[in-house]
RNA sequence: GGAGGGGUGGCAGAGCGGUUGAAUGCGCUUGUCUUGAAAACAAGUAUGUCCGUAAGGGCAUCGCAGGUUCGAAUCCUGUCCCCUCCGCCA
């Protein structure tokens, strides 16, 4: 969510933010509902503060009330209750208003409302030919992936992983939280995949989102659609103490996604599927060092595609591409010799205060100080299927076979798969 | 699923209708003392919001939401969460 307080000192600046994200923000009404607010709010609180020292004298005075004082007190009651109610309406007016806009680009996200005025910043040296055997006609003929079984089960984009397809997969994943835990210094987290909504709107992915999330109406929970979702709320309402930021977290968790915006696109294979494995990192960081762990936080991503010896290219997304929460956004691609395209396996954001103050997660910069909002950072470090995908695919070797990236085999116990 | 107990400040823990933002202890900050530290002593130490240039003042908050009352941490209702025992169960 976006400070009020801020919006209402400078509305331009928010306004022209927004605009830049394809917006059309409804700061007008913002800035009115925000003064019939402040005034209610002055009206009650006079109310308030006369029949506390009504009171209070009788108190003192160990006396019981007059009956005019009655009359009088049970008056300014009635009109502290009308004025809590309209006071309330404006409250609800403003919430519905500031939580469907979406966080404000910083400074040096590139202008443009689509993909293609996303800029490549770099690509790192390595092959990017075509071979044309895509993983959902190679990774079935070795017996690793069954695609119609997954159909069979749950339904068009689910699958089943077989075999060393599977073993493949919990390697990748086993080695990415190594590397996070023992050389990037995150503490492993398993969180609830199952959340409540306040937990879904802390993130941003309520109210704006239901579409895209599956929920059990009975306990009124919803599917995580990425462990950021957990991570964000592991200190909601809390106030962190000095000295503990940064909190490093990384966790390996399904998401699940409706994936209804989709339409007909990346039908075939596992490229996009409605549940899937991804080991996600999330820091909490003071405002003050969010730019510089963003940077951080892209580079120990691309380090793991580095050393799997995928060609990955990395891309500064456009203003009108972040993502809802995102103030700032970095997305990696692997190419996929299979089919030919580069396939996104990472994306990695600051989310500034945006989400700190939806859910109410505060730090105190050091003992005594007063609070304030920490920034949180979240990038995947990976997404499974994909990175699954970029490996089959550019492990294939003449014969069939899948080489697998050498850092893994420590985690597999065995550095091929071979055509049965 | 059945029966009971409980949610109070950074922590522990009082208060159960009269002003209480809340005793007391611990922790923390500052000061005195000390060569320094510890101990001791003294003072201070919640969050949010509104008015105000500021100093300062008002209001709200004792899980959450309502209700009763001149007045609610205290009484009533609902709800969420935690704990104990029984049952069930991976």
Known sequence: MLSLDQIVRDPEKFRTALVRRGEDPPIDRILELDSRRKALIQLADADRAHRNAVSKAIGDEKRKPTLEEISEMREVGDRIKSVEADLAAVLADLNETLLPLPNTPLADVPDGLNEESNEVIHTSDGPTESH?????????????????????ISGARFFVMKGKGAKLQRALAAWMLDVHTNEHGYTEIDPPLLVRSETMQGSGNLPKFRENLYHDDETDLWLVP?????????????????????????????SFRKEHAAGGRDVRGIKRV?????????????????????????????????RLGLTYRVLKLCAGDIGFQSAKTYD????????????????????????????NTRYRPETG?????????????????????????????????????????????WERIEVP
């Open 132 to 152: 044309g055997n895509a993983h959902w006609d190679v990774a079935p003929a070795l017996g690793i992936l069954d695609l119609e079984a997954g159909a069979g």
């Open 226 to 254: 990425t462990a950021e979702v957990a991570l964000n709320a592991l200190h909601q309402g809390k106030i962190i103490d000095p000295d503990m930021l940064p909190l490093k977290y990384v966790a390996q968790t399904p």
């Open 274 to 306: 409605h549940q899937f494995e991804k080991v996600e990192m999330f820091r909490y960081v003071e405002p003050q060092d969010s730019e510089a762990g963003l940077e951080e936080m892209l580079a120990e991503a691309s380090t793991l595609c580095e």
């Open 332 to 359: 990696i691609e692997v190419w996929s010799p299979g089919s030919a395209e580069w396939l996104e396996v990472s994306s990695i954001s600051t989310c500034t205060d945006f989400q700190t103050r939806r859910n």
């Open 369 to 413: 100080a007063s609070t304030r909002l920490p920034h949180t950072l979240n990038g995947s470090g990976l997404a499974l299927p994909r990175i699954w995908i970029a490996v089959i695919e550019n492990g294939l070797q003449p014969d069939g076979s899948i080489v697998i990236p050498e850092e893994v085999v420590p985690y597999t116990g």
